[in-house]
């Protein structure tokens, strides 16, 4: 298939993913921005040709979504926008350059907020002049186009070809991958890998979890409510939260995200979390392409039980980790979404990523070395806001930089400051994880009888599990608390069952145990997925 077939070429899994979560949360702002200071004098013309060079030479830049009439997603290649829509010049009235630079910055938030209009290019690109030696390019990509490997190589590139045109030199060393070639290759594999797969069978499909603070029931988008935060740690901090990785024999990225779920465990009685992370599913033959690769896989963490627990969770945390991307890397993501989809729907919620840890190791570089490589770059802003939590994380030889977005509902006042208070906390004492990182489960006294008024069970969510599972006909069963908007905790099912059992008999089964008590398992609260053994 050509780029020129009227037909158009397959979205990839990212674009997929993406285009799915905007389009049913439409207060989420996905996109990359970044603002550079350009130092030296700049000839804007010349400038401006690299741009159009820049946008000609990669595909991804021209991409447009459209939709065929089987309902079928797909995207062809475009003409680039004419020069006067490509980049916007400014010349800004600043009476310092510490105000040009605080303008900036509010520049770069402003637009975080902004929709893309339909049939937009996936960029926008500002030029902000304070002086003849002082300017600022403000860059920022849709991820429905460009994922962050795909905006660095952009960023080396236009530097490059800027450096190039400058010395009167025609810019050489044009993509050496097309995005078009790339996406058709991922569609095959991911085609060949989905027929492996049996059909509505999701048996290895992680349980749909929620984060909540309190009451379930609606909550305000996140965006302009968000609350931000942020923090560096650096020295003996740094120094204490890599010590305790290498003593617990994980990454450093397993040991932050076990962190982070100690964290979240103080604020809700919720005993799963689903914490969303970026994985890039490029293939060899796709690491110098620009478009979008990334995937938000779900990886379910179970709450610490206790001090024995809490010793091995960042081998726990790391292992579930390396099991949910596993499912995505051999898998189909697609069919892998749509079941997290129809397991949220089954009890009335959309599968949204309420929490997300998105992580960047700077390998071999100091912070320092790498805002200046190049190009000096303005301190970075958090570019996406999400329902929950969202955290951007920088990794450096010298520093640890943490970004936060908080869902100012679930967060309000001082509560967004002491869980992140909290978080650093947590990152560099695991002494601190033993105090209030893990708690006993909530004291409530939940019991499961049969018909003959015998106990089946008691509060341990496990063995609830165990009693759904004497069932010929369950498959799986998931069981954890949740806070009921009065305040109460009521324990939560999610089964799997086998073909022949509904729903309305699997209740009929817990019923016979009793389930109907109050404060146990009510009939209302109990999700059940359908498919074949």
Same mark, same amino acid.
């Given at each position: 298939?050509?780029?020129?077939?009227?037909?158009?070429?397959?979205?990839?899994?990212?674009?997929?993913?993406?285009?799915?979560?905007?389009?049913?949360?439409?207060?989420?702002?996905?996109?990359?921005?970044?603002?550079?200071?350009?130092?030296?004098?700049?000839?804007?013309?010349?400038?401006?040709?690299?741009?159009?060079?820049?946008?000609? $030479?990669?595909?991804?830049? *021209?991409?447009?979504?459209?939709?065929?009439?089987?309902? =079928?997603?797909?995207?062809?290649?475009?003409?680039?926008?004419?020069?006067?829509?490509?980049?916007?010049?400014?010349?800004?009235?600043?009476?310092?350059?510490?105000?040009?630079?605080?303008?900036?910055?509010?520049?770069?938030?402003?637009?975080?907020?902004?929709?893309?209009?339909? $049939?937009?290019?996936?960029?926008?690109?500002? !030029?902000?002049?304070?002086?003849?030696?002082?300017?600022?390019?403000?860059?920022?990509?849709?991820?429905?186009?460009?994922?962050? #490997?795909?905006?660095?190589?952009?960023?080396?590139?236009? @530097?490059?070809?800027?450096?190039?045109? @400058?010395?009167?030199? %025609?810019?050489?060393?044009?993509?050496?991958?097309?995005?078009?070639? +790339?996406?058709?290759?991922?569609?095959?594999?991911?085609?060949?890998?989905?027929?492996?797969?049996?059909?509505?069978?999701?048996?290895?499909?992680?349980?749909?979890?929620?984060? %909540?603070?309190? &009451?379930?029931?609606?909550?305000?988008?996140?965006?302009?409510?968000?609350?931000?935060?942020?923090?560096?740690?650096?020295?003996?901090?740094?120094?204490?939260?890599? *010590?305790?990785?290498?003593?617990?024999?994980?990454? =450093?990225?397993?040991?932050?995200?076990?962190?982070?779920?100690?964290?979240?465990?103080?604020?809700?009685?919720?005993?799963?979390?689903?914490?969303?992370?970026?994985?890039? !599913?490029?293939?060899?033959?796709?690491?110098?392409?620009?478009?979008?690769?990334?995937?938000? #896989?779900?990886?379910?963490?179970?709450?610490?039980?206790?001090?024995?627990?809490?010793?091995?969770?960042? *081998?726990?945390?790391?292992? /579930?980790?390396?099991?949910?991307?596993? @499912?995505?890397?051999?898998?189909?993501? =697609? !069919?892998?979404?749509?079941?997290?989809?129809?397991?949220? =729907?089954?009890?009335?919620?959309?599968?949204?990523?309420?929490?997300?840890?998105?992580?960047?190791?700077?390998?071999?570089?100091?912070?320092? +070395?790498?805002?200046?490589?190049?190009?000096?770059?303005? %301190?970075?802003?958090?570019?996406? +806001?999400?329902? $929950?939590?969202?955290?951007?994380?920088? +990794?450096?030889?010298?520093? !640890?930089?943490?970004?936060?977005?908080?869902?100012?509902?679930?967060?309000?006042?001082?509560?967004?400051?002491?869980?992140?208070?909290?978080?650093?906390?947590?990152?560099?004492?695991?002494?601190?994880?033993?105090? &209030?990182?893990?708690?006993?489960?909530?004291?409530?006294?939940?019991?499961?009888?049969?018909?003959?008024?015998?106990?089946?069970?008691?509060?341990?969510?496990?063995?609830?599990?165990? /009693?759904?599972?004497?069932?010929?006909?369950?498959?799986?069963?998931?069981?954890?608390?949740?806070?009921?908007?009065?305040?109460?905790?009521?324990l939560r099912a999610e089964v799997g069952v086998r073909e022949g059992l509904t729903e309305d008999s699997l209740r009929d089964h817990l019923l016979s145990l009793g389930a109907h008590a109050s404060g146990v398992l009510a009939p209302g609260r109990i999700s059940v997925s359908s498919s074949p053994s």
């Amino acid at each position: 298939m050509s780029a020129d077939d009227q037909d158009g070429f397959p979205l990839t899994s990212g674009q997929s993913q993406h285009y799915r979560m905007t389009k049913e949360n439409p207060e989420l702002r996905t996109a990359i921005w970044s603002s550079y200071r350009i130092p030296g004098a700049l000839d804007v013309g010349r400038f401006v040709d690299g741009v159009e060079t820049l946008v000609a $030479g990669h595909e991804a830049l *021209r991409t447009e979504i459209f939709e065929r009439p089987d309902g =079928e997603l797909r995207q062809r290649i475009v003409d680039p926008p004419d020069r006067s829509r490509l980049i916007t010049c400014e010349k800004i009235l600043s009476r310092s350059e510490e105000q040009f630079d605080r303008y900036v910055r509010h520049l770069v938030a402003s637009e975080q907020t902004k929709e893309w209009e339909a $049939g937009a290019p996936p960029f926008r690109f500002r !030029l902000l002049r304070y002086a003849p030696e002082v300017h600022a390019f403000v860059a920022g990509f849709s991820h429905t186009a460009v994922d962050g #490997v795909g905006s660095e190589i952009l960023m080396r590139d236009l @530097m490059r070809i800027h450096r190039e045109t @400058m010395r009167g030199s %025609r810019p050489s060393g044009l993509p050496r991958g097309r995005f078009v070639e +790339s996406a058709l290759r991922e569609a095959a594999a991911l085609e060949k890998r989905a027929r492996r797969v049996r059909k509505h069978d999701f048996s290895g499909v992680p349980p749909v979890t929620q984060f %909540r603070t309190g &009451s379930p029931g609606p909550r305000k988008a996140a965006g302009p409510s968000s609350r931000k935060s942020d923090f560096s740690l650096t020295g003996e901090e740094l120094a204490a939260l890599r *010590r305790a990785a290498d003593r617990h024999g994980c990454t =450093e990225f397993h040991w932050i995200l076990a962190a982070f779920a100690t964290t979240v465990f103080r604020v809700t009685r919720q005993d799963r979390l689903k914490v969303s992370i970026p994985v890039n !599913l490029r293939g060899p033959a796709d690491r110098d392409v620009v478009g979008m690769y990334v995937v938000a #896989v779900p990886v379910v963490i179970d709450r610490p039980t206790g001090p024995d627990d809490l010793r091995r969770y960042p *081998r726990k945390v790391g292992t /579930a980790v390396l099991r949910a991307t596993a @499912m995505y890397r051999t898998g189909s993501p =697609e !069919l892998l979404d749509r079941a997290l989809t129809e397991q949220s =729907e089954r009890w009335g919620a959309r599968c949204r990523h309420d929490l997300t840890v998105n992580y960047r190791k700077v390998s071999g570089m100091s912070r320092r +070395s790498f805002t200046r490589l190049e190009r000096d770059e303005h %301190r970075a802003r958090v570019d996406y +806001s999400f329902p $929950g939590v969202g955290l951007r994380i920088f +990794s450096f030889e010298d520093a !640890l930089d943490v970004q936060a977005v908080l869902d100012s509902g679930l967060f309000p006042g001082d509560t967004a400051g002491d869980l992140v208070a909290a978080l650093r906390e947590d990152l560099t004492s695991p002494d601190h994880w033993a105090r &209030s990182g893990a708690r006993d489960l909530p004291g409530e006294s939940v019991e499961l009888r049969d018909a003959g008024g015998a106990t089946v069970v008691s509060a341990d969510p496990a063995k609830v599990a165990e /009693a759904l599972l004497r069932h010929p006909l369950v498959r799986t069963a998931s069981v954890f608390h949740e806070t009921g908007g009065a305040g109460g905790t009521r324990l939560r099912a999610e089964v799997g069952v086998r073909e022949g059992l509904t729903e309305d008999s699997l209740r009929d089964h817990l019923l016979s145990l009793g389930a109907h008590a109050s404060g146990v398992l009510a009939p209302g609260r109990i999700s059940v997925s359908s498919s074949p053994s």
